[in-house]
């Protein structure tokens, strides 16, 4: 049930994270990458909307969908390079910030394969399908009815 329709969002709101989306999309990330990242944390989430846009986002871009059905077992699947494990571990620790297991080690492992600036980013895109999660959820978004916007321009 829809508490909240995007109507009834204020327009700054939605601007505001609109303009942010934009910049991680055109921030010179790998989309298929984004588009994992997205769907992992959304399953940690459990916001089965963005669950639904991501999945098709991410068979849009390409991606196979065993590595969509496995992300979950990610450290036990060898579908996964080791960037995107990389990745993947650091999207976890962000979603779930365990004060403990936030150390220099995540960024060593993800410094052999990203520089500062992807780094940075890759921080942001994390926090930015997070907050997307978390207003979804609130707001009540009806799963199921996304559809990928074939005109859609991605940096990747």
């Not at 994992?36 to 849009?60: G, P, T």
């Not at 990389?86 to 990203?114: G, N, Q, R, V």
């Amino acid at each position: 049930m829809e508490r909240i329709t995007y109507k009834d969002v204020p327009a700054g709101l939605t601007q505001a994270m609109l303009q942010v989306q934009h910049y991680i999309d055109n921030s010179g990330l790998d989309h298929k990458l984004l588009e994992l990242l997205r769907f992992r944390i959304s399953q940690i989430n459990s916001c089965a909307y963005c669950l639904d846009m991501h999945y098709k986002e991410a068979m849009h871009a390409g991606e196979d969908p065993l590595r969509l059905i496995s992300v979950s077992a990610w450290r036990e699947t060898p579908y996964y390079s080791e960037a995107e494990q990389a990745a993947l571990a650091f999207a976890e620790t962000l979603t779930h910030m365990p004060a403990e297991e936030h150390s220099d080690d995540i960024h060593a492992a993800l410094e052999k394969y990203f520089t500062k600036a992807e780094i940075a980013n890759l921080t942001l895109a994390i926090i930015q399908i997070n907050s997307w999660n978390r207003l979804t959820r609130s707001f009540g978004s009806t799963p199921g009815k996304y559809k990928v916007r074939e005109t859609a321009v991605h940096a990747n």
